[in-house]
């Protein structure tokens, strides 16, 4: 897919616990969300801005991190999605791919925004280069025989660095997802760490496609303590969950099957 010119969102908070794991709750204290709801919508690529966020950030062999800061892998399904609109509003959200991807992050403390973690130039996002149809997006889809996987080797060690998910345990997916897509993309206002979404939109043109991240997992023990080091392999990997060993594949480097593989080398 070319992606130069589509729209990019996260979703945070859409995983039950990475937000504590990774430090960030405090900087929600003041968005109030119904029980089990997503915080909020965040963007971190946006390529009419005139900001930091315009830079093209995805890249499927290579994470570049910044120095002096603290980058966490943030292994995530991406899924690529059709927008209409009505009134200046978005009417649908249709997902129709899914893709292994890495919402780096920075761990940032005095950031305003969640954006100003997200975006620091090329390769500082990974996607998969294999995109995976999505026959229907509900209990029933494809989507929902596929688990989530990431691991970190270093110096020659093999690392989970994110627990080993299935998608179907995200904390809003299928249809209510759609639906809380639809009404933060149309209501969410600038407030603490988010932004007005409706606004981003109305400057790119009401874009007819977007990528949405749809949230990173919960750490494993390493991924919880270690920040990412150049040189360190990164592997994301979205497998059918029956299917596959996916950390034997791995280990044998064996990146084939009907998996969306990310595979990157962290360099500074």
């Not at 790119?204 to 270690?226: K, L, Q, R």
Request: hydrophobic residues 35%; proline residues 6%; contains cysteine.
């Amino acid at each position: 897919m070319n992606l130069n010119e589509v729209i990019g969102f996260g979703i945070a908070g859409n995983f039950a616990g990475h937000l504590e794991q990774a430090g960030e709750m405090k900087d929600f204290a003041n968005i109030i969300t119904a029980e089990n709801k997503p915080k909020g919508i965040f963007p971190f690529y946006l390529p009419k801005a005139e900001s930091q966020l315009s830079h093209y950030p995805y890249s499927s062999s290579e994470q570049i991190i910044p120095d002096n800061e603290c980058p966490q892998l943030e292994p995530e399904v991406a899924i690529y999605c059709k927008l209409t609109y009505e009134n200046n509003q978005v009417a649908t959200l249709t997902p129709t791919h899914f893709a292994a991807f890495n919402d780096c992050t920075l761990r940032k403390e005095g950031a305003k925004k969640i954006s100003e973690k997200k975006n620091w130039g090329p390769a500082s996002k990974g996607v998969s280069d294999t995109w995976i149809a999505i026959d229907q997006f509900n209990p029933k889809g494809n989507i929902h025989s596929y688990s989530l996987a990431s691991f970190v080797e270093r110096n020659g060690e093999l690392h989970p660095y994110g627990i080993d998910a299935k998608v179907g345990d995200y904390s809003l997916f299928n249809q209510d997802l759609i639906e809380w897509l639809i009404d933060a993309m149309n209501h969410q206002t600038d407030n603490g760490p988010l932004e007005n979404i409706q606004t981003l939109l109305a400057s790119h043109d009401y874009p007819e496609e977007c990528i949405i991240s749809v949230g990173a997992t919960a750490y494993a023990p390493f991924g919880e303590e270690n920040y990412l080091m150049p040189g360190d392999k990164l592997t994301v990997a979205v497998y059918e969950t029956d299917s596959h060993d996916i950390e034997s594949l791995i280990r044998a480097e064996n990146f084939t099957g009907n998996v969306s593989w990310l595979r990157q080398t962290v360099s500074a």
